[in-house]
């Protein structure tokens, strides 16, 4: 396997994007990549289209996407793995390049929520469960699979929902900061306990948004990059697991998601990193805060602390720039927005940047991490847990 | 189905297009006047002898006999030995309520329900079932209190489903 480095980053203004089509909005985020890298399309030889689908009309949008970047003749596909699918994508474009096919693959992730009426928005995530023991009979929604956990979780650890709230603040605190996010307001704990009820004890506070964004990255062999670039981000490791589609069969006792554990065992070890203090090996992480409860059980299914800790890191904003691992300088989910085939391509995006130390200049020096190990982390989960991409930046090649 | 189609077809009357200007952002939305219902029909052959115990008030779960392993929801083929080789059996009724939530947004084909409670019930055997919990009041219930798995026939449709009780249902 050869070498991959990430050479160029694209992202779309996120948010409610009705002025544009999925194509218009694929572009918006290639255009930039390839302007990142130096590339034309023609210097392309694959391109991978994250797009979870059914959002939009486009049933097969890697082939307009395709078409409407310029990239015809060449060969393309569409992935899908729920909300992780921007990192599923990455990986299939990691293992084009790694594999030899291709010296230079795009991967753009692209979802269009809006273009589905608000009607059936609840509708179309809620069957992203098991669908006849979880959906058909019980209905449950996207904020309900997750309320699951947080009620577990509360219970166990004596977690409040004021606690949850600090993680909704922190995301927007620093989304506020970022030109391409969604919300760019910052919000107080009364902001989130003020929201009504969801999924009880989630509140509107506690969820992202529905989102319609691109982001695009172009990846490239060991050769192409010293070409291309003086600064390279490489793709060190990229671990993947899948979890029972049914809640009733998962494990963690509803208070971890084990499809991000074996995830991230997978992705330290390629990596060689400790598994007992990976938080010393980062200088940032990115981790899918699609709720609230969802950032405190990433910081523990990663090991930045014990089971039952996460709280800790969030009252004492160890997770906060400066802190002990910063996490989601880019707003995550809750603040930047989650158009779901992009997620994954936008957390690869922000790190890149933010290793690149352009961050700052981007977003606001606040949000620019330390450089100091240069290495940063990647977090996506799809559902509910079914799917987890832990993904592990470097700006030190990785030794073959 | 769309929310704006009401306004699509007015438009064709006024201006012959059915675009409509979205109410927040003042965008024209091109309305598609092709609908596309989806209603699923799943093949459940192999789950017979589950449908079959809803009628006589029973819910099954099904055990492989060579690993032992039971699974819930019921499985006719076993994941680890890949065997059809197993049995199913009807779950004792009594257990544990692990979790809830209050579903308050719902989803649009559970609309015409009253908010409705989900938990996830650990039973007797070690098998856990996801189910709505029949309380008139959820603020009643915490983690780790005793609940019931029974049958109930889901209203206003009528068909028999099977739920989460407070109360011993015999």
């Given amino acids: 396997m050869r070498n991959v480095a990430v050479v160029g980053v694209g992202h779309s203004q996120f948010g409610n994007r009705f002025d544009v089509t999925i194509d218009e909005l694929a572009l918006e985020s290639v255009k930039e990549a390839l302007d990142d890298a130096n590339l034309e399309a023609k210097d392309i030889e694959f391109m991978v289209v994250g797009c979870a689908g059914v959002w939009s009309a486009e049933d097969s949008p890697a082939v307009i996407c395709s078409d409407y970047c310029g990239m015809l003749p060449k060969g393309s596909m569409r992935v899908e793995a729920m909300c992780a699918t921007g990192s599923a994508a990455t990986f299939v474009g990691y293992n084009v390049v790694a594999s030899g096919f291709a010296d230079l693959v795009l991967v753009v992730g692209v979802e269009k929520m809006h273009e589905l009426p608000t009607l059936l928005q609840v509708e179309r995530m809620g069957r992203g469960g098991s669908f006849l023991w979880e959906f058909e009979n019980f209905g449950l929604t996207f904020p309900g699979y997750y309320a699951l956990y947080a009620t577990r979780y509360m219970w166990k650890y004596g977690l409040k929902e004021e606690d949850l709230a600090e993680v909704a603040v922190k995301n927007h605190y620093y989304g506020a900061m970022n030109p391409k996010a969604q919300f760019r307001k910052a919000i107080t704990v009364d902001t989130v306990m003020q929201s009504r009820y969801v999924a009880w004890p989630l509140k509107l506070f506690d969820c992202c948004p529905l989102t319609d964004g691109s982001s695009a990255l172009i990846l490239a062999s060991e050769d192409k990059a010293k070409e291309l670039t003086d600064t390279r981000v490489w793709i060190t490791a990229i671990g993947s697991s899948t979890a029972s589609s049914a809640l009733v069969s998962r494990g963690l006792d509803f208070c971890g998601l084990e499809s991000a554990v074996e995830a991230a065992k997978q992705a330290y070890k390629k990596a060689g990193i400790d598994p007992d203090e990976p938080a010393k090996y980062f200088d940032l992480a990115n981790v899918h805060d699609c709720f609230t409860i969802a950032e405190i059980l990433a910081y523990e299914d990663l090991g930045f602390c014990k089971r039952g800790e996460g709280v800790r890191l969030i009252r004492e904003k160890q997770t906060y720039n400066g802190g002990l691992i910063p996490v989601n300088l880019d707003g995550g989910l809750k603040s930047k927005g989650h158009p779901i085939g992009a997620t994954g391509c936008s957390m690869i995006y922000t790190l890149t940047k933010q290793l690149r130390q352009e961050y700052g200049k981007y977003a606001s020096p606040s949000a620019q991490a330390d450089i100091r190990k240069g290495r940063a982390l990647a977090h996506n989960v799809g559902g509910s847990g079914q799917y987890a991409y832990v993904t592990i930046l470097s700006l030190e090649k990785p030794q073959r | ?170």
């Fill in chain 2, 1 to 170: 189905m769309s929310d704006l189609f009401d306004k699509a077809k007015e438009s064709i009357k006024k201006d012959g297009l059915p675009i409509v200007e979205e109410e927040r952002s003042r965008l024209p939305l091109y309305i598609s006047l092709r609908e596309f219902p989806l209603r699923y029909q799943l093949g459940v052959s192999k789950l017979q002898k589950f449908f079959e115990g809803l009628k006589e008030g029973k819910v099954y779960a099904t055990q492989c006999n060579v690993c032992r392993n039971k699974f819930f929801p019921p499985r006719a083929d076993c994941p680890k030995c890949l065997t059809s080789n197993v049995n199913w059996m009807p779950l004792d009724p009594e257990g544990q309520l692990l979790t809830y939530t209050v579903i308050r947004v719902k989803p649009s084909s559970f609309a015409h329900y009253k908010d409705y409670v989900v938990g996830i019930a650990q039973l007797k055997e070690g098998i856990r079932v996801l189910a709505w919990v029949s309380v008139d009041d959820p603020e009643k219930i915490k983690p780790n209190m005793k609940v019931y798995l029974t049958t109930a026939r889901r209203e206003p449709e009528g068909y028999i489903t099977y739920e989460l009780t407070l109360k011993a249902p015999f």
